[in-house]
C-alpha cells in the first residue's frame, strides 16, 4: 500500500511540475493532493521519532541510575 501511495504522490508532483501544468489553482490542488497522501506517514514518522527519543532519555536515566548505585556501594 505505501508503494502505491509513494507512486501516486511521485505522479501528482511531476504532473504538477511539468510545463502542461501551467494554471496557479492546479498546482494548488496538486499540492493539497500530496500534503493529504502523506499525512499519515508524517505522523507515524514522528510517533516513531518521539518513541526513540523518550527511549534514548530512558536509557540515559536507567544508565545513572546503575552508576549511582555503583557509586553509592563504593562509600
Given at each position: 500500500m505505501e508503494s502505491?501511495?509513494?507512486?501516486?504522490i511521485n505522479f501528482i508532483a511531476r504532473m504538477a511540475t511539468?510545463?502542461?501544468c501551467n494554471h496557479a489553482e492546479d498546482k494548488?490542488?496538486?499540492l493539497v493532493w500530496?500534503?493529504?497522501?502523506s499525512a499519515p506517514y508524517e505522523k507515524r514518522f514522528?510517533?516513531?521519532q518521539?518513541?526513540?527519543e523518550n527511549d534514548l532519555l530512558g536509557?540515559?536515566?536507567t544508565g545513572n541510575k546503575v552508576l549511582r548505585k555503583a557509586d553509592s556501594t563504593e562509600e
Open positions: 502505491l501511495v509513494a507512486q501516486r511539468s510545463c502542461e494548488e490542488l496538486a500530496i500534503a493529504e497522501l514522528n510517533s516513531y518521539s518513541k526513540l536509557n540515559e536515566v
